[in-house]
Every structure is written in C-alpha cells, then in structure tokens.
C-alpha cells in the first residue's frame, strides 16, 4: 500500500529536499505541500493523507497550536521536523506530547554526502508512523496511581536490583507514563530510546519535573542509585558496567547497532553481562528489531523480562520481536507495566527476607 504523506513547512527549500526524498521512495507518495497550517488545513479535506510532515515554528499559526487542534479534531500520524537548538528539542518534546508519533531534524542542505544518510531516517519515520496507533492523549496524575502500586518491602531490593528500558516510536510518551508511576525508592533505572542528539537533554529536564524519581541524562562512569533514571545521550551507546561493588553506566560512541545510537541491544546486553538476574527488562512500543536479542541475552542471564502489549503500543514493532525470540516472560498494557515491575520486585524481596 502507498503511504500518501503532506508536507507542511514554511520554508521552500525544505518543502523541495522533503518532497524530492519522499518520492523517491517506492512505497510514498506526496500528495500535498503547503507552506503553512492555514494551506495545509485545506489540502488534508482534499488529499485525505496517511502521515503529515510538520514543521514545528512556522507564521500565521504555531505548529504546536495547530497540531493541538489536528489531534482533537483529525487525529492522524505527524512527523515533526525540528531545529537542532534547543528551542527546538524543548517544542519537540511538547509535540510528542500532544501527539506526534515521531520527529526528525532539518537536514544540513549544504552536505550532500549526508543526504542519503538523512532520505533513509526520514523515509523510516515516515513508515513507523504510517503503522502508529494513534489514541486519545491523556496526561496521568501519576500521584493518584502511584497510591495503589505495590511497595518494595526489602530496602536492599531497591540496589540490588535494576530496571532497564528500551522503547522507539511512542517510546517518549510511554516512557513517561511508566516513570511517573515509579516510587521514589525504586531501583535504579537505564534507559536506550531511539533518539538524535540534542535532544535526549530536553527530555530528561522534562522528565525530571514530573517524576517522583530523579531522571537525568547518562554522563558515563556514573553510580547507578535507587530513585534515579539515567537516559542515554542521543549520540552514544548507554551500557551498565560494574565498578567494585557498584553499578555504573558506560558511555560508548561505537558503530550504530541495527541502524541506532543508541541502541537498546547494546543496553540490554550489558545488562545481561552485569547484572544477570539482577536486572527486569522492559521493551516498550517501537518499530523494528532493536532489543529482541539483547533481551533474550537477559533472559538466558536470569533477568526478569516484560513487554508491552499491542493494544497500548503505538507501534508494536520492538515488543512483538522480543516475544517471538522468547525473551519476555510477561506482557502488559502501559498502564499495567509499572504495577507488574514493581510487584515482581516485591516479590523477590519478600523472597529475600525469607531466606
């Protein structure tokens, strides 16, 4: 099936490299560009599109304000492409949350050689968000769920043992929700999302101010704590290594894995390597392959695995993969996932203080 996708952006250049890159490709079509929301509104009532490209700071009206009303009115797939600043990434990270599925960059037009590189990213997106679940967005009041959560009954659970996170496309929003839930004394937590650099900042600051938990972006050779999040940094490989008695995360610039940097393989199996049974895995919505074998690696190392399921994902890509290698030991919904995590664990802790 063709994928029909408009382009909305203000400037003509842009319009011009996003056009020329999504029709070449065999499986899009552009159906519409138009140079600002005001167009665009007219042209989605004409060419009825299957994904719509968006930038982010345009005249006339806002992109953020118009993505608003798409996603009340017209819920549909959008794409955002974003600035590199951090103006940028900070409107990126509220589009995510009034319902963009995925974003991208501008391309740098002056580097040519790059734009291959740059035609397959946004091709990608273009396809994950094409298949992405698009559902009413709705913001937890985390505290009021939190209350209901299992309690870790063995404080020594909380360092003992860790939570590690790989997600993609939805992964942003999912990642939230799942964090909000987590109790101030949880275990120390890691996390690989697909995300471009400059922009894994803006996401932990967000994270940060709504979290019960300390969440903050990996700086590498630091002690993994309970209560804490550490996201990889969108230009690194985040592992979990071990420093005498401690864990602490390793920042690594190596060739991408199955495309990414970061990639949650990576994080997963050095997750397996260091922490054996120690570690509960989490694999959230994504496209693609990304952490099926790392999660199978932790599995076969005595972790404790969980993914999430279909009807909460956005795109259930990365999660159906890990269940078909046989990776996972339970599945849940979103909502669900947190009070799994945290009932496992307090079942290991009750275990622990039996013995």
Do not use: W
């Not at 600035?83 to 995925?102: D, F, K, N, P, Q």
């Amino acid at each position: 099936m063709t994928i029909k996708v408009l382009i909305v952006d203000d400037s003509a250049l842009i319009r011009s490299v996003m056009n020329e890159i999504i029709s070449r490709q065999p499986d899009m079509e552009v159906v519409g560009v138009a140079p600002d929301p005001l167009v665009a509104r007219e042209l989605i009532k004409q060419t009825n599109p299957d994904v719509l490209t968006l930038d982010v700071e345009m005249p006339k009206m806002d992109g953020l304000d118009f993505l608003e009303k798409l996603m009340r009115l017209r819920p549909m797939p959008v794409v955002m492409v974003s600035s590199l600043t951090e103006r940028g990434s900070e409107i990126t990270m509220r589009a995510l949350e009034l319902g963009a599925v995925e974003f991208v960059t501008k391309p740098k037009i002056s580097i040519q050689s790059g734009m291959r590189e740059y035609a397959d990213l946004i091709a990608d997106k273009i396809r994950a968000a094409s298949k992405a679940r698009i559902k009413p967005r709705t913001i937890a009041s985390g505290q009021h769920v939190a209350s209901a959560l299992p309690q870790l009954r063995n404080p020594l659970t909380s360092s003992e043992k860790l939570i590690i996170i790989g997600a993609s496309t939805g992964g942003t929003e999912a990642i939230r929700e799942f964090l909000m839930q987590m109790p101030s004394d949880c275990p120390g937590i890691l996390i690989a999302q697909h995300m471009p650099e400059g922009f894994t900042t803006s996401f932990a600051r967000r994270l940060d101010s709504l979290c019960k938990i300390s969440v903050r972006e990996a700086a590498g050779e630091e002690r993994v704590l309970p209560g804490h999040a550490y996201i990889a940094p969108g230009h690194s490989h985040l592992l979990l290594g071990r420093s005498g008695a401690n864990y602490v995360t390793r920042i690594e610039q190596s060739e991408p894995v199955n495309r990414h940097r970061p990639a949650v393989d990576v994080l997963f199996r050095s997750a397996a390597q260091a922490a054996g049974k120690n570690a509960v895995g989490v694999i959230l919505t994504g496209m693609g392959k990304d952490g099926a074998a790392g999660m199978l690696d932790m599995k076969q190392a005595g972790a404790y695995n969980f993914a999430q399921d279909e009807a909460s994902c956005v795109v259930f890509g990365m999660p159906r993969e890990a269940i078909a290698v046989g990776g996972v030991h339970e599945i849940g919904a979103l909502t669900d996932l947190p009070g799994m995590v945290l009932g496992y664990l307090a079942t290991q802790g009750s275990r622990a203080l039996r013995v």
